[in-house]
C-alpha cells in the first residue's frame, strides 16, 4: 500500500541542525522529494533523490535514503528562521511520475 | 513566468451550496494535477491532466466532485453540493514532462475551502 509517515513537529535553535525524518511503505518507490511550504504560499521542491542513490547534498541541504529500511531524512545544515516552514515528504512510483504520495508534514519551527 | 496561479486563495460556502475552484497552470505545462490536503493531514492526490484527457483519476472522492480542463489550458475543480468534509487546501501542480526522471510538479499557493 502506499502510506508516508512524518512527525508533526520540530523546533530547533537557530544555527543548529535540523532534522526532519519521514517513512514511506511501496518498495516501488522510485523518486523520493522533500518539498517546503512557508506561509501562505505554495509548495516549494527543495530537493529530490533517485532510489537507488544513499545521499544526496545541495548546499546546505543534506538527504539521506535507507532504502531496506524505507526512511528518508532531510538535514539542514546552519538552520535559519527562514527554513521555518512545513516540509513535506513525497513518493512517486515505478511506472510513472505522475501521482506523488505525500506525508502529512512536519512544522519546522527555528527559534533564537 | 508566472507560477502556477489558483483563484479564489480562499472560499467560504454553506454546506449544500456549489463551488468552483480554477488553477491556472504554468504556460506550456502540458500535465495538470489536483491535490487536497484535509484537516492538516497529509497532502492526497485528486486527479491528473494531460492537456484536456484525464489521465488519472483514482484521487477523486465522489461524483461531487468535477473537474474539467476544456482547451487543455486553465482547469476548473466543481464541487456539488459541498459537504462539511470537503473542506480543506486544494493545490493544484502542473508539470512540463512526465516520462523524465525527477519530472518537477510546481505548485500553486492553494485554495483554502471552508464549508459550514
Known amino acids: 500500500g502506499e502510506d508516508v509517515e512524518q512527525s508533526l513537529f520540530l523546533s530547533v535553535r537557530e544555527g543548529d541542525s535540523s532534522v526532519i525524518n519521514c517513512t514511506y511503505t511501496?518498495?516501488?518507490?522510485?523518486?523520493l522529494y522533500w518539498y517546503k511550504q512557508e506561509p501562505g504560499a505554495g509548495l516549494q521542491l527543495l530537493t529530490y533523490?533517485?532510489?537507488?542513490?544513499d545521499m544526496k547534498q545541495d548546499q546546505r541541504l543534506t538527504v539521506l535514503l535507507n532504502k531496506k529500511d524505507k526512511h528518508l531524512s532531510l538535514r539542514i545544515a546552519d538552520t535559519q528562521t527562514g527554513d521555518s516552514a512545513i516540509y513535506f515528504c513525497?513518493?512517486?512510483?515505478?511506472?510513472?511520475?505522475?501521482?506523488?504520495?505525500f506525508g502529512a508534514g512536519t512544522r519546522l519551527a527555528v527559534h533564537p | 513566468e508566472a507560477g502556477v496561479t489558483q483563484f479564489p486563495s480562499h472560499s467560504v460556502i454553506e454546506k449544500g451550496q456549489t463551488v468552483t475552484l480554477r488553477c491556472d497552470p504554468i504556460?506550456?505545462?502540458?500535465?495538470l494535477y489536483w491535490y487536497r490536503r484535509v484537516m492538516g493531514k497529509e497532502i492526497k492526490f485528486l486527479l491528473h491532466?494531460?492537456?484536456?484527457?484525464?489521465?488519472?483519476e483514482s484521487g477523486m472522492p465522489n461524483n461531487r466532485f468535477l473537474a474539467e480542463r476544456t482547451g487543455g489550458t486553465y482547469s476548473t475543480l466543481k464541487v456539488q453540493p459541498a459537504e462539511l468534509e470537503d473542506s480543506g487546501v486544494y493545490f493544484c501542480?502542473?508539470?512540463?514532462?512526465?516520462?523524465?526522471?525527477?519530472?518537477?510538479?510546481?505548485f500553486g499557493p492553494g485554495t483554502r475551502l471552508t464549508v459550514l
Open positions: 501542480a502542473s508539470s512540463h514532462q512526465t516520462n523524465r526522471a525527477g519530472a518537477t510538479q510546481y
Open positions: 511501496d518498495s516501488s518507490s522510485t523518486y
Open positions: 533523490i533517485f532510489s537507488n542513490m
Open positions: 513525497a513518493e512517486s512510483m515505478a511506472g510513472g511520475y505522475n501521482k506523488l504520495i
Open positions: 504556460s506550456g505545462h502540458d500535465n
Open positions: 491532466f494531460v492537456k484536456e484527457s484525464k489521465q488519472d
